[in-house]
């Protein structure tokens, strides 16, 4: 008799609760993104400028300017492979741009008793080019390698 009776409220109370479609329409939440920032270092090649640098000229195989067919790092003293001389503290091999010469890119392959310190001296096509030349304080670009940072957005989305 009592179990009959339970039965009985339930089923009348059923069409009271409220359903879903009567709730109130409410934004949608989305959790924040959150960005995690990796910051990472790379080597790049890159001009980098030097500054004004003192420029002279100079000619191959010639006994003014006291040279031969070689470099001091023995290539073949050919004006149009864009041969610089430097001084010893700056490595054979070095490529570099100066203002005013944009054709070549220049490589110190030489040295010379004359040249120290923030001076380079070119090899040019004869010695009458080199003495028009002259002395030249000129901006140079290095080709080097650079440390660049990188920043990468990585999203994390946090509850
Ligand atoms: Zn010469």
Known sequence: ????????VLVLYWPLSVSNAELPRLPTYRAPIVYEVKVSQKLEWQWVSVGKVKITAYCANCSVCDTGWRTADTTYADYKKGIVAADKSV??????SIDGLDDVVYTVRDRGQKVQGTHLDVLMKSHWTARKWGVQ???VWVWKQVEVETREYIPTTRN
């Open 1 to 8: 008799m009592r179990s009959i009776l339970l039965t009985f």
């Open 137 to 139: 304080y000129r901006d």
């Open 91 to 96: 490595p054979f091999g070095l490529q570099l």
